[in-house]
């Protein structure tokens, strides 16, 4: 976590209770690498996913991040499949376990055929060796160094998995007035500066000479 966030964190623990506020609960993970190969950063859209980006710009930022074949270090398409999407998977292939049939439980990020204990599934012609079922994330990096998967039908995977995964969360927040109010308020439409039209001193002369001729 960097160190500008931490003082933030450890500011409100301590002022909120002051102000009549309860305790922030602050749920962190470790550093991933952006979509672009370097710190993701906020001032770099490309660089993340954000909560309400819609499919296609999804799947747009994703085909467009560095994923160079083979290469596994700094790759921010493998890095969020490591701390996001496998992650997420695994939860719920425990919770499939556990309910009864038919009950309202998402997938996880797996094919319908794909073998018991697989984790995140990559659809694949069989030109290129069918569909590829990950028993884990050690599995699905070990399948990109070797060049066994390619860079292309990683992020596809990758994307749609995204857009799986922000799709409950989107219609949540359409249906809330609240929400939309509230994300107006943090984050107002930028409005575009009216530029006034400059009149030169020249411009001025002209029209006061062409008067006094009159």
């Keep these: 976590m960097p160190s500008a966030q931490r003082k933030i964190f450890t500011f409100a623990e301590l002022y909120l209770p002051r102000l009549g506020y309860g305790k922030r609960a602050h ?10 190969g370097a710190k993701m950063s906020s001032s770099d859209p490309n660089s993340k996913i954000d909560f309400l980006d819609q499919p296609a710009a999804v799947r747009k930022k994703v085909k467009s991040a560095f994923c160079e074949e083979g290469n596994v270090a700094d790759n921010g398409v493998l890095a969020f499949a490591k701390a996001v999407l496998i992650p997420i998977s695994e939860l719920r292939l425990e919770q499939l376990a556990h309910c009864a049939a038919g009950s309202r439980t998402q997938r996880p ?14 659809a694949r012609d069989q030109r290129w060796g069918g569909p590829l079922h990950c028993l884990s994330y050690e599995h699905l990096e070990a399948a990109f160094a070797a060049r066994s998967l390619h860079p292309g039908d990683l992020k596809k995977a990758v994307g749609d998995a995204i ?10 927040f359409q249906e ?8 107006e308020l943090a984050y107002p439409p930028e409005q575009k500066e009216v530029k006034k039209k400059k009149v030169s001193f020249l ?3 002209a029209c006061s000479l062409k008067w006094l001729c009159v």
């Design 176 to 183: 809330s007035e609240e929400w939309r109010k509230t994300a």
């Design 109 to 122: 990020f797996t094919m319908q055929d794909a073998p018991p204990g697989t984790v995140f599934s990559i």
């Design 163 to 172: 857009v799986q995964l922000l799709d409950p969360i989107q219609k949540a």
């Design 27 to 36: 749920l962190m993970n470790a550093m991933v690498p952006g979509l672009q």
């Design 203 to 205: 411009s001025c002369y």
